[in-house]
């Protein structure tokens, strides 16, 4: 049974900095492509950040240059290293894998294409 648990949200003040984390069980962590989404009140669900088997990574716009997406296979976990935070990335963060897709590409990863999804944590950026 595959389960994501993510920790490290928080309250922070514009310009901070936090790292998210995700940790992943149930099965072979490596063989999955994973991804970082995020909903703010009122609004749907988007994709913030993806990462594959390989390496390859993908970023929505809004967060290019700011976010940072990696992963330790050996630890099963999933990384989001958020700087320069803005109230407008104040949302709930969810860690997501895909058995539907193989490869990341290009661009802001799509909700559709992620079949597993942790509970969320909260981030909180004021201005």
């Known amino acids: 049974q595959v389960q994501l648990v993510e920790s490290g949200g928080g309250s922070v003040q514009a310009g901070g900095s936090l790292r998210l984390s995700c940790a992943a069980s149930?099965?072979?962590?490596?063989?999955?492509?994973m991804g970082w989404f995020r909903q703010a009140p009122g609004k749907e669900r988007e994709g913030v950040a993806a990462i594959d088997s390989d390496g390859n990574t993908s970023y929505a716009d809004s967060v290019k240059g700011r976010f940072t997406i990696s992963q330790d296979n050996a630890k099963n976990t999933l990384y989001l290293q958020m700087n320069s935070l803005k109230p407008e990335d104040t949302a709930m963060y969810y860690c997501a894998a895909s058995t539907l897709v193989g490869t990341v590409a290009a661009g802001t990863p799509y909700v559709y294409e992620y079949n597993y999804w942790g509970q969320g944590t909260q981030v909180t950026v004021s201005s």
């Open positions: 149930g099965y072979t962590y490596s063989s999955y492509c």
